[in-house]
């Protein structure tokens, strides 16, 4: 295990297709001085937790493809983009609740350096949040990405990520299934899994590549926390207002009006369940 840490200040990336040796955070041997190498799939994480990482994926045939640098792996640390003396990176939620959310401010310059020289196309290279209200993930998703040139991947931790930022830089919500977990590093190092082995030279011929195969309740309403306006776009009004009927009336409708677009399955059960009562 590396002892080394990189206390600098973040730096503008190379263009994609460089050869640039930069130290990364990183918890194993094989994961230190990582370059950018043509034509090598490379994932980006960008997380408050860079140790939790290769994780399993540098174990069996995703580690050996990892160490043979068939595909490449970056983690980038949330709180070296923090506010202040203590680099925080959250505040508590707009309209009021329990728990925290992440902060656009920090979360974008985050998502800045991540992005900075790949592609624009989001085909060649997706932008992706993991998020429970998100489209779930499926082996057709996992064949898309894995055709892409990378990926950047967000951890959601808390309550998530203020919503101005999905809006702002047009992210994919991604879940890994209809479950809540503590953060998004182990979905994503579950949906890593599932698009690297499709990569060729991860598998070998010992193994096929199969195909796809294939509840109640809502999905969560939108987030915001602080600045109270980011980038143009402020908080909805009726969060401000302090008037909590209000708020959970808006939240309610939010939460029906995004589970019905995205979760047509979830809202039959929703609508089945309520004429039942």
């Not at 508590?92 to 991540?114: E, H, N, Q, S, Y």
């Not at 931790?157 to 203020?162: L, N, P, S, W």
């Amino acid at each position: 295990m590396s002892d080394e840490s990189d206390s600098t200040a973040p730096k503008p990336m190379k263009s994609h297709g460089r050869l640039a040796v930069r130290p990364t955070v990183a918890p194993r041997e094989l994961m230190t001085n990582t370059p950018d190498l043509m034509g090598v799939w490379k994932a980006k994480i960008i997380t408050l937790f860079p140790e939790a990482f290769p994780g399993v994926l540098g174990e069996s045939l995703t580690g050996k493809a990892l160490q043979e640098g068939t595909w490449q792996l970056e983690q980038i640390h949330l709180r070296e983009f923090g506010e202040g003396k203590h680099r925080n990176v959250d505040d508590t939620p707009a309209g009021g609740g329990a728990g925290m959310v992440l902060r656009p401010d920090v979360m974008g310059r985050a998502i800045d350096f991540a992005m900075n020289g790949t592609p624009p196309n989001r085909e060649d290279w997706p932008l992706v949040y993991l998020s429970p209200r998100g489209k779930r993930f499926d082996q057709a998703t996992a064949k898309r990405w894995s055709k892409a040139r990378g990926i950047t991947m967000i951890c959601g931790r808390f309550e998530g990520v203020d919503d101005r930022v999905l809006f702002h830089y047009g992210i994919e919500e991604v879940s890994l299934g209809d479950f809540v977990l503590t953060g998004g590093e182990i979905a994503a190092q579950a949906m890593i899994d599932a698009t690297v082995r499709l990569l060729p030279g991860v598998l070998g011929n010992a193994e096929s590549i199969e195909d796809e195969s294939h509840s109640n309740g809502l999905l969560e309403h939108p987030q915001f926390t602080k600045p109270a306006e980011w980038r143009g776009m402020p908080i909805p009004e009726v969060l401000m207002s302090g008037h909590h009927g209000k708020i959970a009336e808006w939240r309610q409708k939010m939460s029906e009006k995004i589970t019905r677009e995205r979760r047509p399955d979830m809202w039959a059960a929703y609508e089945a369940e309520k004429s039942n009562k």
